[in-house]
């Protein structure tokens, strides 16, 4: 079966001020279909620089990452952002919901922005919110949610357009531990057929991975 | 506070463009302010100026009507008070006849008093040997020195003048240095004894004015009852009027420091969003409200000063071409500031500059108010965002200001339409964002079914931030209101007199004694001769004379015109047109106008003055109180104070004199209208040097003069549309800033940059759109009507309402040109934005 997600040797690095910042240092790895994979490893060491380059928001210094077979560094801005669009779905610590949109709308942005019929992107995003469990609160802001509520709608948004790349930053970073078991629960449930990439520091993620890859000072440890 | 200022200049520094927009903005309406100060002020001391040339060091004048005149007995009365100095005048102008024409003004003045040669003084005063020989040798003049040079002219020699009275040959006496007062005056100038100028001028025993001093106000009203008294410095109703006609470009001035106002303010809420976190910072670590308020404002007063310092010297710049309209408008109405400058005064410099200042103050202190009244723990917090969901109260208080604005408009104060003006702004700016916030939500759908994600979007925008968006609608849909208000109003005033000009006016050619231009109103007169001269002109089929003058009414000056009545019937038969004639034809009414008991009123003065048809009205005429009866009202649109119309012997029998001021003439049905006026031109030649219009000049002279009125209007509207343009690309700035974090989002889940280019592009249509709409729709209910009972309550006409059509589409096309052009930059601002830092954690 041909991998999601490839890293062929892949370094990022920064210049911050006078000095080069080495995020990743020659990383290789593939994911798969179905799989679900916690990365772990200590502030820094290297985790949400590799969830960007995954998500096709960063292009590496060095080597090839590949969403679908298709090297990322080769498409322009434009040509990320359609991948992004029609491959990848994120879910961040911070839930970033459009604030000024209700949880349906935000749910139905995707499918807005890929040109879906407004009908039929509501109808998808009301049933989406109905499956995270939130039917009821389809039409509060995001400021009239829980957190635990807000990133059910962002973990909704993700899934809008049935992206089979699931990236999680963080997903129960600023949940209580309650929350945070409830999203990890809802996210297992949503992997069938998808592949989910957690960025965490909770060992509940870690628990109900499939595998865990522990990053250090920017290398698979 | 000093690190604070420090902190605060430097990023000042750093956003040179905001700084210059600011600035720009405030001079813009500080240059609109300004330069109209500058051209009225200047103009009403050109009046003042010229006053002062005729009447030397005289402190007071005694008028009777403002061509009626005064007896000469009444001179004599007042040489009776201890001390009072009192100087006759006439004043008039006379042909020089010759192979080539030209005006010369006429002075006649009282040289055998020392009381004249008191009160005139300095270089304009005949010396006393000249002023001897004048008394000495009949029929002489003193000339000007210009004049006398281009003639050729020296003592002793002939001088062949033509005046309303006949040719008389008049003999020079001396010359007169005119250095000045020939400026003042726009014309070159003769002296003649006073009672030469009184026969030459058909006025035997009537003067025009008393300049007298020596004497008290009061005590002078009180010896000279009965007559206008007023101070050499104080304007004349007829100057008054004229002024009040330009005072309208107070009104655009201060539209435009209102939109000035709506761009300061959301340039100072950028720079607020962009340093919230610095004064959260400065707020955590121990900076008091004050001390934060006092630096924020302090840097905005001096991007203020910065501004009004450039709008002062940008005025002054403009003020020749906005003097030019002003003059233009004001001479229409009184044909004595040919050459007036605009002078920068001290205290011209400092308003502007505290105006600017002020305004910049006023602006930035609500949201300098809202960033240091933030709590610091929310400010750092991240992605602190707040809706404003209801803005009701606000709206129903804005519903309130605007008919209270709209309400005061309709008062026709001046005074109260500068505060109505200012009402309906802050009103607006009230209730806007709930009117944005329910229409934004109206158009989502459309905007979704028509441009997909980016019209839901940029819909959305405008429905969750109102009050920026509000603002920016408020700011070019006023001035283009401006536009279509003016047009309105124009177009109006167009169709009326276009079609009371072809109805009312039964002559093909108009022969005056002056340009119908330069001198619409003048008060010069025609020899009555010419009556007959014209009449033999082959081509001429019908000629009737005209005689026009002025009496005081109320605090104001009226038009009184004196038809030959019979005549002038005949030329409505002939010319197939009756219009309010028919009320002459009545045959009751015409021996009332007939024989001085009757006489018809024009519909505004009637409106004006409140009076009714049927009633009696007391006029002052050089022969006395005039007890007459108002026959019936007519349409006319010569005089903003209203035209009275009578019989023309009756009118002799009241002015004196036989003076004609218009002698109009029908062209016989196979002659041609040029070439009959060449031959009128070269009959009149000897007699008198005539001006001749024709109806379609007299039409082409009163959009000239509309045009002057409004020329200065139309050159701020469009200054006041670039203000607006920096309002929107502010706005749209703000609304990348703010949303940063939400479109590095957009661009994270897929949204390409052109479909977020494409949102805040049409974010701008939708606010142009809007604009357009208020603009128009706002023209002509919000501008045109208060505008109209303006018009209607300083001159009484009342025109249809003609909607500018055109005007308006023009408008809205214009508002969303502006409005895309104004969001070029920002559609960059938000392409920039860099997708990783914008929703990184913080």
């Known amino acids: 079966m041909p991998h999601i997600l490839e890293f062929e040797n892949v370094s990022r690095s920064y210049q911050e001020g006078a000095s080069q910042i080495h995020a990743l240092r020659d990383v290789s790895m593939a994911f798969s279909p179905g799989e679900l994979v916690a990365v772990v490893g200590p502030s820094g060491s290297g985790k949400s620089t590799l969830l960007h380059l995954a998500g096709a928001l960063d292009t590496p210094t060095s080597g090839a990452v590949r969403i679908n077979g298709q090297r990322t560094d080769q498409l322009n801005e434009e040509g990320r952002a359609r991948l992004r669009l029609k491959t990848i779905g994120f879910v961040f610590q911070f839930f970033n919901l459009i604030p000024t949109l209700s949880a349906l709308e935000n749910v139905a942005a995707p499918a807005l922005i890929s040109g879906l019929r407004t009908s039929i992107a509501y109808h998808e995003a009301a049933s989406l919110l109905e499956r995270v469990g939130l039917g009821a609160r389809a039409s509060h802001l995001p400021e009239q949610l829980s957190g635990g509520e807000q990133q059910r709608v962002a973990l909704a948004r993700a899934l809008s357009l049935g992206a089979p790349l699931l990236l999680a930053d963080e997903p129960t970073g600023n949940l209580d531990s309650e929350t945070g078991h409830q999203i990890l629960r809802l996210i297992g449930e949503f992997r069938e057929g998808r592949t989910i990439v957690i960025v965490t520091h909770d060992a509940k993620a870690e628990a109900v991975a499939d595998r865990v890859i522990r990053i250090k000072d920017g290398r698979v440890d | ?99 080539r024409p030209t005006k010369l003004q006429i002075w006649g003045i009282d040289t055998r008093s020392d009381a004249m040669l008191k009160l005139f003084g300095g270089q304009h005063t005949p010396d006393p040997e000249t002023a001897a020989r004048m008394v000495l040798v009949p029929n002489s003049v003193i000339v000007s020195s210009t004049f006398a040079k281009d003639r050729g002219l020296k003592r002793g020699s002939i001088l062949p003048i033509a005046s309303s009275s006949g040719a008389i040959n008049l003999t020079v006496a001396g010359v007169i240095d005119d250095s000045g007062i020939t400026q003042s005056l726009g014309a070159e100038l003769g002296l003649v004894d006073v009672q030469l100028a009184e026969q030459m001028f058909g006025q035997p025993g009537r003067i025009d004015s008393i300049q007298v001093s020596g004497i008290s106000l009061d005590r002078l009203k009180t010896v000279a009852t009965g007559y206008e008294v007023r101070s050499l410095d104080e304007l004349s109703p007829a100057a008054r009027d004229a002024l009040l006609r330009v005072q309208s470009l107070y009104g655009l001035s201060l539209v435009a420091m209102l939109i000035g106002c709506f761009v300061v303010f959301s340039s100072v809420q950028v720079t607020i969003l962009e340093r919230m976190k610095v004064i959260a910072t400065l707020r955590a670590i121990g900076a008091s409200r004050v001390q934060l308020l006092s630096a924020i404002l302090l840097e905005w007063v001096l991007v203020g000063f910065i501004g009004s310092l450039a709008g002062v010297l940008f005025g002054a710049l403009l003020s020749s071409a906005v003097l030019r309209g002003v003059t233009g408008s004001v001479n229409s109405m009184l044909p004595v500031v040919s050459v007036a400058h605009a002078e920068m005064t001290w205290p011209t410099f400092l308003l502007g500059l505290a105006i600017g200042m002020g305004t910049v103050l006023a602006a930035a202190a609500i949201p300098s108010f809202a960033a240091v009244g933030e709590s610091p723990l929310l400010a750092l917090r991240p992605h602190t965002y707040r809706l404003r969901h209801q803005q009701l109260t606000a709206f129903w208080v804005g519903v309130c200001l605007v008919a209270v604005g709209l309400g005061l408009s309709i008062t026709g104060s001046y005074a109260r339409t500068l505060i109505s003006i200012t009402l309906t702004f802050l009103g607006l700016a009230l209730l806007m964002p709930q009117v944005m916030v329910v229409s934004a939500h109206r158009v989502r759908g459309t905007m979704s079914k028509l441009f997909g994600y980016p019209g839901f979007l940029a819909a959305d925008n405008l429905q969750k ?98 038809l030959q009545t019979v005549p002038y019937l005949e030329a409505h038969r002939r010319h197939g047109t009756l219009n309010w004639a028919h009320l002459i034809a009545d045959p009751d009414n015409r021996r009332e106008l007939l024989a001085g008991h009757g006489i018809f009123a024009s519909e505004n003065f009637l409106a004006l003055t409140g009076k009714q048809v049927g009633k009696y009205l007391d006029l002052r005429t050089p022969n006395g109180v005039w007890h007459v009866k108002l026959l019936g009202p007519i349409e006319d649109y010569s005089w903003p104070r209203g035209l009275l119309v009578t019989d023309l012997d009756v009118m002799n029998h009241l002015w004196r004199g036989n003076a004609l001021t218009y002698v109009d003439a029908q062209v016989a049905e196979l002659s041609q209208l040029s070439t009959v006026k060449g031959r009128i031109s070269e009959a009149t030649r000897a007699e008198y040097a005539v001006a001749l219009t024709d109806r379609e000049q007299i039409i082409g002279v009163a959009d000239t003069v509309l045009r002057q009125s409004t020329s200065a209007a139309d050159a701020q509207v469009w200054l006041a549309s670039i203000i607006g343009f920096l309002g929107i690309g502010n706005s749209l700035i703000i609304g990348v800033l703010q949303r940063r974090r939400e479109i590095g989002l957009l661009r994270a889940i897929g949204m390409s940059n052109g479909q977020l280019q494409r949102t805040v592009a049409l974010e701008a249509l939708l606010i142009g759109i809007g604009a357009g709409l208020l603009g128009a729709a706002g023209g002509l209910v919000g501008g045109w009507m208060p505008l109209r009972h303006f018009t209607f309550a300083v001159t009484g006409y009342l025109f249809p309402c003609v909607v500018p059509w055109a005007e308006m589409a023009k408008v809205v096309v214009g508002a969303v040109v502006v409005a895309t052009l104004a969001a070029v930059i920002p559609m960059r601002r938000a392409a920039e934005v860099p997708v990783l830092t914008s929703i990184a954690a913080e």
């Open chain 2, 465 to 562: 931030a109102p009050q920026r968006t509000a603002f920016n609608v408020i700011a070019l849909g006023g001035a283009l209101a401006i536009l279509v208000s003016t047009s309105a109003l124009v177009d109006g005033f167009t169709v009326s007199t276009h079609r009371w000009i072809r109805a009312s006016l039964p002559f093909d050619i108009s022969v005056t004694a002056s340009g119908f231009g330069n001198s619409t109103y003048s008060e010069e007169t025609l020899p009555r001769t010419l009556l007959q001269t014209v009449s033999r002109v082959p081509g001429v089929s019908f000629v009737y004379g005209v005689r026009k003058s002025f009496a005081p009414f109320e605090g104001h000056d009226v038009m009184v015109i004196g």
């Open chain 2, 1 to 99: 506070m000093r690190p604070l200022l420090l902190a605060g200049l430097r990023n000042l520094f750093r956003h040179p463009g905001r700084v210059l927009q600011v600035a720009f903005a405030v001079a813009l309406g500080i240059a609109l302010f300004v330069s109209s100060y500058m051209s009225i002020s200047g103009v009403e001391r050109s009046i003042q100026r010229a006053a002062r040339a005729v009447a030397g060091n005289a402190d007071w004048v005694v008028t009777g009507s403002a061509a009626g005149g005064l007896p000469d007995s009444l001179v004599d009365r007042l040489r009776q008070v201890p001390g009072l100095v009192a100087a006759p005048f006439v004043k008039a102008s006379a042909t020089v006849l010759g192979p």
